[in-house]
């Protein structure tokens, strides 16, 4: 447990480094150990693991001698904002941790943290919404969150959960109008 919370710390204090602009992370070779260090700091469920990876991805370039796979299919074939609620950035982040750790051959050991990150950032935007329509976006992360953690992909998302989610948002917003 000290050389993870060493690892988390370090890669934090380079990440702040960098957003002051003390240091660039392509400064020198990076080391397997450094890349893995930073790969771990950015796909923790917490909202600071979320932001730091969000902000790498809006400044690729300063991480480009990482290598890392930014690639994405959001969402893969299921609903990137399912009834308007914004998940796109959450499957990115999602795709990017499972590529990533994949092709640093360490996928099968962080699945289940990487899964619970996702739904941990999916409740994080289902927090933003409204208590009137929060309960349908929560039901939507839930859905999506079984469906990575039990198939590997949102793609098993069946569109009749999105149907029930929207029929919840539907009657929601229904009864709240009919109490104004």
Known sequence: MPRR???L???GALALLVALGLATPAAAAVSREQKLSVLSAWTQTS??????WNSARL?????SEYAFDWSTDYCSSSPDNPLGFA???SCYRH???YRNHKAMGIFAANKSRLDSAFYEDLKRVCATYNSIVRPACLSLAWTYYQA???FGSVAAVNPADIERAAKMKADAERRAGLRV
């Open 5 to 7: 919370l060493a690892t």
């Open 87 to 89: 998940f796109e950035l």
């Open 95 to 97: 795709d990017f941790g």
């Open 148 to 150: 990575v953690s039990i």
């Open 47 to 52: 909202a600071s693991s979320y932001n730091a």
């Open 59 to 63: 400044n690729k370039a300063a991480w």
């Open 9 to 11: 710390l370090a890669s």
